[in-house]
């Protein structure tokens, strides 16, 4: 494991005497909006002292989409002093500090913020009594491609990907020459260079999130050609949204230093496997691991409930875990996709795995559906009050299945619920289905009903644009 120091600041003060001691030149205010993209603003450091990092920077909120109307659109940024790192790709001395975002009229917390949702999750979990602290630790697959090109317009639709690792380049001329080292289709996990062509794209990745403060632990080749993961450690909830936040940011920073451009669509490529962001959670109560027990793969009664939790609310969190109209062209049989909601020890197939782990610490939960569209905060938030939903109210998940799921008889796989089809299905049941979400003031309504609108204007979109494989089979109707 990389070792790493984050920035924190005990006051204001410390900060401001910080930014002048090491003479940074400006600092970056970072936030997410709805749909989890990292938005930002930059100080000079001139203008940065004590009555700003305490009263907040003033934005306009109604130019991030779902937030504010334009007559309401006031806004403050809060910086968080505790979550600050320096900026490794600005080319004068930078540092980034996460806010939260509050209404300027109250000082409180923006309901529709996703990081103070994750922050009223964590503070919730502890009124329970059910724990004081929400581990997650995410697993966030990625595409690097050399080049893509893309078009949507009334008279054309179309993209176009290339990769010198694709299969499909195995006779293309190259000045250099073809060196031909390539994985096949969902052959990519995981041999050795030459034909894992991104080793050195990866470490680099790894090494500057670790240089942010966030502890890193390994980085491999996925399944399909083009297909990378990097290993963060896990941590507590609002820290693993914010981590995810830099993993993103670098991932996509450093494959642009080096000439290429990466993806985290769940499925960018047809025939191949898709991305996912499984994400291990576990809830301690001090220093007492509540998942360990003498249960099914040493799981205690209340990590079989928070289980069952997930499993019944699956179908609302994939409007969060899943978010785009893409999400559901990775979720299908035959990729290793978890589609269906069960749970095993084992099995790669079941939507939740339980890890192996020789000691009570390790035991957790791996939830397998969700992928890295996801806006980290509210994800998590999501999943961790379905599993609470799931301990309160003793939710059982019934018996594990470690049969490889896809080769069950078809009548047994009719009666193992799945995950949502589409987009559109997704926030549908969340609609039927939130009400485990707002215990506690953690998802307010409104927040629900914005996010709602916001991606259902993505699955109209989606739904009302012709597809070339639609002129392929019915043009010549």
């Not at 642009?256 to 962001?277: L, R, V």
């Not at 559901?328 to 909601?341: C, D, M, S, T």
């Not at 192996?356 to 939830?367: L, N, W, Y």
């Amino acid at each position: 494991m990389t070792s790493s120091t984050a920035l924190k600041f005990k006051s204001p003060a410390d900060f401001v005497k910080y930014l002048k001691d090491e003479e940074k030149q400006y600092v970056d205010f970072v936030f997410a909006d709805l749909r989890g993209k990292q938005q930002h603003t930059t100080q000079h450091v001139s203008t940065v002292d004590v009555d700003l990092l305490t009263d907040g920077i003033y934005f306009d909120g109604s130019s991030i989409a779902g937030w504010k109307a334009i007559n309401e659109s006031d806004m403050i940024l809060l910086p968080d002093l505790s979550r600050v790192c320096v900026d490794p790709f600005s080319a004068q001395p930078t540092v980034k500090v996460f806010c939260f975002v509050l209404e300027p009229s109250t000082r409180k917390h923006y309901e529709r913020c996703p990081r103070s949702v994750a922050k009223a999750a964590e503070d919730y979990l502890k009124t329970t009594g059910i724990g004081d602290t929400a581990f997650f630790g995410p697993e966030a697959e990625f595409f690097v491609f050399d080049s893509v090109k893309y078009k949507v317009s009334m008279n054309k639709v179309s993209y176009e990907i290339d990769s010198d690792e694709g299969p499909n380049n195995t006779d293309t001329h190259y000045e250099e020459g073809n060196l031909a080292h390539r994985p096949r289709v969902k052959g990519g996990y995981f041999p050795d260079s030459p034909m894992d062509s991104g080793v050195n794209l990866r470490a680099e990745m790894l090494s500057v999130i670790a240089s942010q403060g966030v502890e890193v632990e390994k980085h491999h080749h996925e399944v399909a050609p083009s297909q990378h993961e990097l290993g963060i450690k896990f941590d507590t909830l609002l820290n693993c949204g914010d981590n995810m936040q830099i993993y993103k940011h670098v991932v996509h920073n450093v494959a642009a230093a080096y000439g290429q451009t990466a993806t985290f669509m769940p499925k960018p490529i047809y025939g191949d496997n898709g991305s996912g962001m499984h994400v291990h959670q576990s809830i301690w109560k001090g220093s007492t691991p509540t998942f360990a027990g003498d249960g099914y793969a040493g799981l205690s009664e209340t990590a079989l409930f928070y289980i069952g939790g997930i499993i019944k609310h699956a179908k609302a969190l994939n409007a969060f875990t899943n978010p785009s109209t893409n999400s559901y062209k990775r979720l299908v049989p035959g990729y290793e996709a978890p589609v269906l909601l069960a749970y095993s020890s084992r099995n790669r197939s079941a939507s939740c795995r339980i890890p192996h782990s020789s000691s009570p610490k390790g035991k957790r939960v791996e939830v397998r559906f969700p992928d890295p569209t996801a806006n980290p905060y509210l994800a998590y938030a999501a999943m961790l009050m379905a599993g609470l939903d799931g301990i309160k109210n003793k939710i059982h998940p019934g018996d594990a299945m470690d049969k490889n799921l896809y080769e069950l008889p078809a009548d047994e796989l009719a009666k193992v619920p799945t995950v949502c089809g589409s987009l559109r299905e997704a926030l549908n049941a969340l609609k039927a289905n939130h009400d485990f979400l707002t215990v506690g003031g953690v998802f307010s309504k409104d927040l629900i009903d914005a996010y709602f609108d916001l991606k259902m204007e993505e699955v109209l979109a989606y739904e009302t644009m012709p597809h070339p494989i639609e002129y392929d089979m019915y043009y010549s109707s």
